[in-house]
């Protein structure tokens, strides 16, 4: 069994920052892509920001230029960085990672972190 364990969200004003970081632990063969998605009121999830095992991000246009991904492959941890916050960037963040597990190699599954609560407002 794959464990996501995010952190540091939190609340921050407008024009602040905030960095997530997410952990993926259990029997491990590679993870593969990761990203951070947030939830919208519709309770929809929305891709942010993901990047591949090899380094190659991808960014939602409204993240552009403000946030950005990285990851540490020997820790199986992603990161989000966010800067210049907006009150439109308040949302559930979760990370996902498709991981290549050792008891079935050939088949990679998504697993899904707990969820941190970003809230920006003055």
């Known amino acids: 069994q794959v464990q996501l364990v995010e952190s540091g969200g939190g609340l921050v004003e407008p024009g602040g920052s905030l960095r997530l970081s997410c952990a993926a632990s259990?029997?491990?063969?590679?993870?593969?892509?990761m990203g951070w998605y947030r939830q919208t009121p519709r309770n929809q999830r929305i891709m942010v920001a993901s990047?591949?095992?090899?380094?190659?991000?991808n960014y939602a246009d409204s993240v552009k230029g403000r946030f950005t991904v990285s990851r540490d492959n020997a820790k199986n941890t992603i990161y989000l960085q966010m800067n210049n916050l907006k009150p439109e960037d308040t949302a559930v963040y979760y990370c996902?990672?498709?991981?290549?597990?050792?008891?079935?190699?050939?088949?990679?599954?998504?697993?899904w972190g707990q969820g941190t609560q970003v809230s920006v407002s003055a």
């Open positions: 990047i591949t095992n090899t380094g190659s991000t």
């Open positions: 996902k990672a498709v991981v290549r597990e050792f008891s079935n190699i050939l088949i990679p599954r998504d697993y």
């Open positions: 259990g029997r491990i063969f590679r993870v593969d892509d």
